[in-house]
């Protein structure tokens, strides 16, 4: 009992939380420690988003999610997560930012600081890294990337109202993002460096943006490459060569794993694949006692894993520290999350 928590779980996402609750179930001490505020990707998704997944496979703990309708908008999640910590009483701190961990198995400290500045130590025998993908956009690399109108992150169309704006990908988020800002008034020009969109594009949006291109509703640049933004315009190389008038850029490229902290705990950290060292069967790092869960067991496929899955990682956490066999991994549907 020297330690503070016998479990810290640095993030506190969907599969964080659910390996809280396995945790606790198993008469371990876990704590929660997030860097912002629970489950803060979702509440960074677009306001329009609904989910793909049904609620009974987005539900942890099984605490029913209850809903209205067939699947689940932001705000349901929001609401059903925030629950989830207030009836399971899940032990979090948020607005937390965790800047190391040392030590050895047993025996772990992780270092803290707060928004406030505060410095913090937490003692603990194992540790459990599941800090997703928000907050670590692939970036273009390009001069003017860091403007004050271009963004990673898309929320909704009303700011860009009677604007021009350039949408950046080819994936779910930049074709939905370049729908919502045409509906929402918006002068809309897509940029993708492939002839199409990815194939991954949900069924029911690609036939909506496709007539709204043959409408000339929104304009799209395909086979081409954006190679500097200026305050006013994207400079642009490829097939759709030239110069576009942007008031507002949307670089919606998609998400990288967080996987700094594992590499400055010793975890190797495949080149190819951003996949950190570890055990498939109970998710423990070439590290003893340093665990990953959630979409960092994916590397740089973001399609692998997601709530669906990734809300059962905490029970194999737990089972190797209680020295078990972990369970099998449930069959994934073909249904992903947004």
């Given amino acids: 009992m020297d330690n503070d928590a016998d479990l810290v779980i640095v993030g506190g996402g969907p599969c964080g939380l659910a390996a809280a609750v396995s945790a606790q179930r198993a008469g371990l001490r876990p ?39 067939e699947k689940p908008a932001r705000n349901d999640a929001l609401a059903y997560y925030r629950s989830v910590v207030t009836y399971f009483g899940i032990p979090l701190r948020q607005r937390e930012r965790v800047i190391a961990i ?24 194992a540790v459990v890294v599941a800090t997703g993908y928000f907050g670590s956009p692939n ?17 909704e169309g009303h700011e860009a109202f009677l604007q021009d704006v350039v949408v950046v990908g080819g994936g779910n988020s930049a074709a ?12 809309v020009t897509l940029v993708h460096f492939g002839p199409g969109f990815d194939k991954k594009i949900k069924p029911w949006v690609l036939p909506d943006f496709t007539n ?63 996949i950190p060292a570890h055990d498939s069967k109970t998710l ?35 089972a190797r520290l209680l020295g078990q066999r972990a369970p099998a991994e449930p069959k994934l549907s073909a249904e992903l999350d947004t």
């Fill in 31 to 69: 704590l929660v420690i997030e860097g912002n505020v629970a489950v803060s990707a979702i509440e960074a998704y677009p306001t329009y988003v609904r989910f793909f997944s049904t609620a009974e496979k987005l539900s942890i703990g099984g605490l029913p999610f209850v809903i209205s309708t």
């Fill in 102 to 125: 040392k030590g050895g198995s047993g025996n772990f400290t992780v270092l803290s600081q707060t928004a406030g500045g505060e410095k913090r130590e937490t003692k603990t025998g």
């Fill in 139 to 155: 970036k273009l690399g390009v001069p003017g990337e860091d403007l004050p109108h271009v963004t990673h992150v898309y929320r």
């Fill in 176 to 187: 939905e993002a370049a729908l919502d800002l045409w509906r929402s008034a918006a002068r």
């Fill in 212 to 274: 709204r291109v043959k409408e000339g509703l929104i304009s799209v640049r395909w086979n081409s490459r954006v190679t500097s933004i200026t305050p006013t315009e994207v400079v642009i190389t490829g097939a759709g060569e030239g110069r576009v008038k942007a008031d507002r850029v949307y670089v919606m490229t998609g998400f990288a794993p967080k996987l700094d902290l594992l590499r400055d705990c010793g975890v190797p950290i495949d080149a190819k694949t951003g």
């Fill in 284 to 318: 423990e790092t070439s590290v003893p006692g340093i665990f990953i869960a959630g979409v960092v067991v994916a590397g740089y496929d973001a399609n692998k894993v997601f709530i669906e899955n990734g809300r059962y990682h905490g029970d194999r956490i737990v």
